[in-house]
């Protein structure tokens, strides 16, 4: 009997042992953050530090041009799950930004940078709550914007149902439909149903946002399929831009993207 007992420990210690295994893998999956120090933000852009309820720091870079035009919007970014405030800098993206007239707002999620604590669903909309008030704050007469590419069009996208009264638009790069839909595209059904916490359902939160909204896809996009971001556009009632011979990583290499997003920007600006 005591030997039998034993086995079954072993084999109940080995089955634990197993999913924390299986959580961790589904976790770096989600939120594998890049290892790129992130310094104090460079000039000119601004170093702002976001406390949360949670006990949390985020860490963002913000910048304004001091002959930025009033009524231009002011835009918080979301970025991808691969990347940091460090990296969008190395590749680009901020450049891309200063194109477009907007005064701006990037952050770091929980775990990411210089951001203490732990990736999650709730703490990244905790952390875009606390960039949309600070956003707000800063840049009172300017239209708020939310953007957002991959996990970051889902953090724009729940964040915009969250808050009608202090969005003016969407732009919602990649997005998905939800996490789960983008799973079990890539991992057994088995797993994606017993081991996903996080959903992030845009879908649902889609259908509760009437502002305006664009939502740009690469065609040929293997990792979030463009039928869920047309799916989506549909929810939001948005401007649906597919962009032919384009993927998922290569999205804001793309010209067109970015002309896409200066024209959205420019028809909020216009607004009375």
Known sequence: MRRIILIALGVLVAFLILLKMLDGFVRQSIYPAPPVRVPTAPAPFEEVGLDLATGER????????????????AVVFFHGNGENLATMSMSGTFDELARLRVAWLAIDYPGYGRSTGDPSEKGLMA????????????????????????????????????????????????????????????????????MLKEKYDSRAAAQKIRMPALVIHG??????????????????????????????????????????????????ASEP
């Open 58 to 73: 985020i860490v963002g870079w913000a910048h304004a041009d001091p002959a930025l035009q009033a009524g231009r919007p």
């Open 127 to 194: 952390a875009a709550d606390a960039a949309v008030a600070w956003l707000r704050e800063r840049h009172p007469g300017r239209p708020v914007v939310l953007c957002g590419w991959s996990l970051g069009a889902a953090a724009a996208i729940g964040t915009a149902a969250r808050h009608p009264e202090n969005v003016r638009g969407l732009i919602a790069l990649s997005p998905w439909t939800s996490l789960p839909d983008v799973g079990r595209i890539h991992f057994p059904g088995f797993m994606v149903q017993s």
């Open 219 to 268: 065609e040929i996009d293997n990792l979030i399929p463009a039928a869920q971001g047309k799916e989506v556009a549909a929810a939001l009632s948005a401007r649906w831009v597919p962009v032919s011979s384009t993927g998922h990583n290569d999205l804001l290499a793309r010209d067109e993207v970015w002309m896409e997003m200066e024209r959205f920007l420019d028809g909020l």
